[in-house]
């Protein structure tokens, strides 16, 4: 990993169940080994956030309990392989 060899992350979020996510920013772009995650709810939710490389397989999987107004996620995928990854 490292932060030299970074990797564009598109922002296509599935919510899911999570309907009241509001606009989602993801940084920094391209990511190094940590992929910040700031997200506005209406009310306090279980957020699953899941991380695909384009050819439609799973790199990372993570739920994060929000609160109620503005949140931060820090996700760890190990993106081994250069390329583009959607959330």
Known sequence: ???GGGH???EALDAGEVSHV?????YPNPVGETVNVSFYLL???DVPFTIVNLMGRTVHQQVVSGKAGANRAELKPLLTEP???LL
């Open 1 to 3: 990993g490292g932060e």
């Open 22 to 26: 509001e606009p989602v920013t993801v």
């Open 43 to 45: 009310e306090a939710a």
């Open 8 to 10: 564009p992350l598109g």
């Open 83 to 85: 390329g583009v990854y």
